[in-house]
């Protein structure tokens, strides 16, 4: 199975908000509403910023956000901060019982 | 406060073995499911393993069947993947992570590199 396609580089500045994609099919993504994001900085853990497609984990600053529409995943990044310069990517629960990631995206402040 | 510690990383030779070990603290261990996934050099995440918490159940990525076995120990708290048959592309940060449809906790990682 392939892995969810996503940007490969998304940038902002400070104060902007920005939105990331993630592309699926009706096997994964369109199939549940179980897709998550998870933030990773170089040399560190991912961390979990969102699940079940909009739920924001204890501690998770609400500027981050997420929504589907069919077979398509995104997370919004609003008033961005330098902080939030990192590599994101979406995962999704599938039809195999499975998880699939996405190709990630590069998120970059300006 | 929840722990999962990786270790058993190395250098190895394409066609090697290698036993990878989560040692998990601050929860029930043996209520929850785990995972192993990887991140090779450059590139992205990538979901390797899971299994249920008994143990009894097990999913490999297509990448890994046949190769890799993933197992627990819910007495000692440990998570583990034995890796054969190793190839360079086998080459990652190798992490685990408790979840099931999204991985809350992950453990630092360690490293796997595949060369001769």
């Known amino acids: 199975q392939s892995a969810l396609t996503q940007p490969a580089s998304v940038s902002g500045s400070p104060g902007q908000s920005i939105t990331i994609s993630c592309t699926g099919t009706s096997s994964d993504v369109g199939g549940y509403n179980y897709v998550s994001w998870y933030q990773k900085y170089p040399g560190k853990a991912p961390k979990l910023m969102i699940y079940?497609?909009?739920n924001r984990p204890s501690g998770v600053s609400n500027r981050f956000s997420g929504s589907k529409s069919g077979n398509t995943a995104s997370l919004t990044i609003s008033g961005l901060q330098p902080e939030d310069e990192a590599d994101y990517f979406c995962s999704s629960y599938t039809t195999s019982s499975t998880l699939i990631f996405g190709t990630g995206t590069k998120v970059t402040v300006l | 406060e929840v722990q999962l510690v990786e270790s058993g990383g190395g250098l190895v030779q394409p066609g090697g073995s290698l036993r990878l070990s989560c040692a998990a603290s601050g929860f029930t261990f043996s209520n929850y499911e785990m995972n192993w996934v990887r991140q090779a050099p450059g590139k992205g995440l990538e979901w390797v393993s899971y299994?249920?918490?008994?143990?009894?159940?097990?999913l490999y990525a297509d990448s890994v069947k046949g190769r890799f076995t993933i197992s627990r120990d819910n007495a000692k708290t440990s998570l583990y993947l034995q890796m054969n048959s190793l190839r360079v592309e086998d080459t990652a940060v190798y992490y685990c992570?408790?979840?099931?449809?999204?991985?809350?906790?992950w453990g630092q990682g360690t490293l796997v590199t595949v060369s001769s």
């Open positions: 992570a408790r979840g099931r449809k999204y991985l809350v906790f």
């Open positions: 079940d497609v909009s």
């Open positions: 299994t249920t918490s008994s143990g009894r159940t097990s």
